[in-house]
């Protein structure tokens, strides 16, 4: 358990990322009571300056013994880290809440959305584990129907941004966009085709059913976090040429009917979610305006008739606030509001 | 029923338009038997030119004795002409293949999909219905499967290319991405938000559930086409910042269970389709890859584990050609097989 104090250390690690500068951006703008931030990156990065609270801070090279005095910290440097130095940060007493895929599943680490299982916070061995971006947005917009009137089947595709991939990525759509403007041929570094004008039906390595890690995690994540191992799901995620916001087409059965009307009015009292339905004129969430924003916002709330209890839900959020750092920085909240 | 001839006389209705100019295209590829084609649209697009069998026509405007002399008129100019004009052709002798939604839904109209129900075609009255194009892609690939195991229920979310709007989205693309990447301001015209770097939950226009005019008929043109109202469809149709080629997400649960490998070796001898699936090797379709060919695209083909026999399709085609222009010219081509 965290313990109760008026300022806290705390570590990002990936700091130079997508991810770790949103992190820095969002302890600064909710005021998370911070006495010292370390940023850490690797040897490419290290030696670069962030912004945090007027004062430039240099980004340290990650190593060992980075995480004495370190009361939180925050993981985004991809799997392969998360597994090596995690476990140094808890040793030398930090509680680590990972954004990496490398943990998640483990019976013993929770894995959590503050608005749908803010308690399985608390039962962590240290290491907490932040859920993947297309997961996240899901559970918060499902949650509330699912209390109500039980999931039952979840079919869901993805329109995900480049910004889930990273930083390059987004270079890489700007550049392949700049070339194609300009007659000239667009060059594949990080996706294996072309990603401006078109779209990508992978998101990670494939298994030997056919399913990709991105597909994978959305089923499995989503039947942790609400905790619920009865919920089918079925997954297709595309990476789509949009730079920043995930958006989702979620097909849901339920055992008990819901109405649009009464979905509707459930999911405007739910907390982290904006309803933002009103079709006829022209009021759906888009990533463009979503981007930037920490709701989950859903709209085109629709019964389908093609079961007998059957919604359709467009549910679109910031990748890189509610999708990752938002949410980190929400769990790290949640164990400081319970220090003791 | 069309007479037999050795050349006819063609008429393409807005053949300025991005449909009716593939039109044109494909009637050439194609060496339909052309004795004279003549070529229509408004005032605002009469007097341009087009070239035809390295000919150049000029676009006349479309008047009531227009259709002298026609055999075969195929009309792509929006639903206020052809519920104006359809009929004057008729009239006049020619056998009508409308791409508009005016007489899809008619009981007496044919709705033709050729590799799907070609013996439909030769029911007509003088006017035959080409589907829409998310329609056609999707039923070209899942008429195979419904003919061995028998489809129940359909789930499917698209991501449909701006070409899909017409030229002027086409140039809106480019200009609201040129404008950005010179950090100008991205202008919108023809859609009522922007679409570069974006995502438009809205095809047409929405009824009273909450669905809109793209998601009602995907839904009864499928059943109208398939000759099968039992099937069960949910869809969310959405724009994407691509240019050319529907890509579409398809859930299916069948009667009888259908093993991937069984939906593949079904799809490989499919008339109309392109199996393209090893996702291991990077093999699946994408809409740059698919714009400019004739045939439906077929891959990330799962066996969905949430239901006992259900799959997941991810299925592209070129919305100008097999979903427009060259399924109006195969069933002329049917009409002209069967003339006698």
Avoid at 138 to 161: C, E, G
Avoid at 186 to 196: D, E, K, L, S, T
Avoid at 311 to 339: C, F, S, T
Wanted: with cysteine; hydrophobic share 45%.
């Amino acid at each position: 358990m965290l313990k109760k104090k008026d300022q806290y250390v705390v570590a990002v690690v990936g700091a130079t990322g997508a991810v770790g500068q949103e992190m820095v951006e969002v302890l600064q703008e909710r005021k998370f009571p911070v006495k010292e931030l370390r940023l850490f990156a690797s040897e490419r990065t290290a030696g670069e300056t962030l912004t945090f609270q007027d004062r430039s801070l240099t980004v340290q090279l990650l190593t060992k013994d980075a995480f004495t005095g370190v009361d939180i910290a925050l993981f985004s440097a991809g799997e392969e880290v998360s597994r090596e130095y995690a476990p140094v940060a808890v040793s030398a007493g930090a509680v680590v809440i990972d954004n990496s895929a490398e943990w998640r599943m483990k019976p013993d680490v929770p894995l959590v959305v503050p608005e749908v299982n803010p308690e399985a916070a608390f039962r962590h061995h240290g290491i907490i584990a932040n859920p993947n971006c297309s997961t996240i947005q899901m559970v918060v917009a499902l949650k509330p129907l699912h209390d109500a009137a039980r999931i039952k089947r979840i079919v869901v595709s993805s329109y995900q941004s480049v910004s889930g991939t990273g930083k390059e990525a987004m270079d890489e759509l700007i550049d392949q966009t700049r070339a194609l403007m300009s007659f000239q041929e667009a060059v594949c570094h990080v996706y294996p085709f072309q990603i401006a004008f078109n779209l990508l039906p992978q998101i990670g390595a494939f298994d030997a059913r056919g399913y990709s890690s991105e597909e994978t995690k959305l089923v499995n994540e989503t039947r942790k976090i609400m905790g619920d191992d009865r919920i089918r799901i079925s997954a297709t995620t595309v990476r789509v040429p949009v730079f920043r916001a995930h958006s989702e087409s979620v097909n849901i059965e339920t055992e008990r009917k819901l109405s649009a009307d009464e979905a509707r009015a459930l999911l405007a009292t739910a907390p982290g979610v904006m309803v933002f339905d009103d079709p006829q004129r022209k009021v759906y969430p888009m990533p463009l305006e979503v981007a930037g924003t920490d709701e989950v916002y859903v709209g085109r709330i629709r019964e389908d008739a093609s079961i007998e209890s059957g919604l359709n839900l467009w549910v679109v959020a910031d990748n890189l606030r509610k999708g990752a750092a938002l949410n980190a920085v929400q769990i790290a909240e949640k164990l400081i509001q319970a220090a003791s």
